[in-house]
Nanobody
Framework: QGDLLESGGGLVPDGGSLRLSCTAS????????LAWFRRAPGKEREFVAA????????YYADSVKGRFVISRDNAKSTVDLQMNNLKPEVTAVYFC???????????????????WGQGTQVTVSS
């Protein structure tokens, strides 16, 4: 933890959109799979989306497919998560994580993540 910084969280109405950004160090950005996880109140942290550094392959949790888009900005060393048509049930703290592996079976597992950001709160009002 220390070289990942999330931004972009906030309060939005049901059906709204938000764009989260994770800024990473150049070393982390170029070598690591970068992923978004979230922890809703009273629940465990869970995988949301990831993008690999090797070939920009993207992976999504089934619950967000079609509504969330993860992307990399090489010029800024950021990984963004565009979240559309937000619903109250996605209210959570969203974390950026970095993992050296490019294999989903590894980086989708919370305990395998090597480095975490501090998190940013996303609240969707009903």
């Amino acid at each position: 933890q220390g070289d990942l910084l999330e931004s972009g969280g906030g309060l939005v109405p049901d059906g709204g959109s938000l764009r989260l950004s994770c800024t990473a160090s150049a070393r982390t950005f170029s070598r690591y799979t970068l992923a978004w996880f979230r922890r809703a109140p009273g629940k465990e942290r869970e995988f949301v989306a990831a993008i690999t550094s090797s070939d920009d392959s993207t992976y999504y949790a089934d619950s967000v497919k079609g509504r969330f888009v993860i992307s990399r900005d090489n010029a800024k060393s950021t990984v963004d998560l565009q979240m559309n048509n937000l619903k109250p049930e996605v209210t959570a703290v969203y974390f950026c994580g970095a993992e050296l592996s490019r294999y989903p079976v590894i980086f989708q597992v919370t305990r395998n993540v090597a480095s975490w950001g501090q998190g940013t709160q996303v609240t969707v009002s009903s």
